[in-house]
Nanobody, 116 residues
Framework: QVQLVESGGGLVQAGGSLRLSCAAS????????MGWFRQAPGKARELVVE???????YYLDSVKGRFTVTRDNAKNTVYLQMNSLTPEDTAVYYC??????????WGQGTQVTVSS
């Protein structure tokens, strides 16, 4: 069982930056693929970035060059650095953990609002 707690969301002006954190419980954090998803009002949830247990990463095209995912296995934490934010990045951001392509554990979500 893994519990995930996100933090770091908030309100920022367009062009600004935020860093989200996701702290995980459990002793097997390093074996999980970690993903950041987001869901905007009226839209489907989408995978924004993924950091696999093997170290590979995936970025949604619209965030490439602006968002960076890192993980600290010693702290059981994954981070999402978001730069050059636009109003289109406004959403609830969720951290998730899983294995073999399936995300089994989810955080409660943190709101990111970007004003124009």
């Amino acid at each position: 069982q893994v519990q995930l707690v996100e933090s770091g969301g908030g309100l920022v002006q367009a062009g600004g930056s935020l860093r989200l954190s996701c702290a995980a419980s459990g002793r097997t954090f390093s074996t999980y693929n970690m993903g950041w998803f987001r869901q905007a009002p009226g839209k489907a949830r989408e995978l924004v970035v993924e950091n696999s247990s093997g170290g590979s990463t995936y970025y949604l095209d619209s965030v490439k060059g602006r968002f960076t995912v890192t993980r600290d296995n010693a702290k059981n934490t994954v981070y999402l650095q978001m730069n050059s934010l636009t109003p289109e990045d406004t959403a609830v951001y969720y951290c998730a953990a899983g294995v073999r392509g399936t995300y089994n554990y989810w955080g409660q979500g943190t709101q990111v609002t970007v004003s124009s």
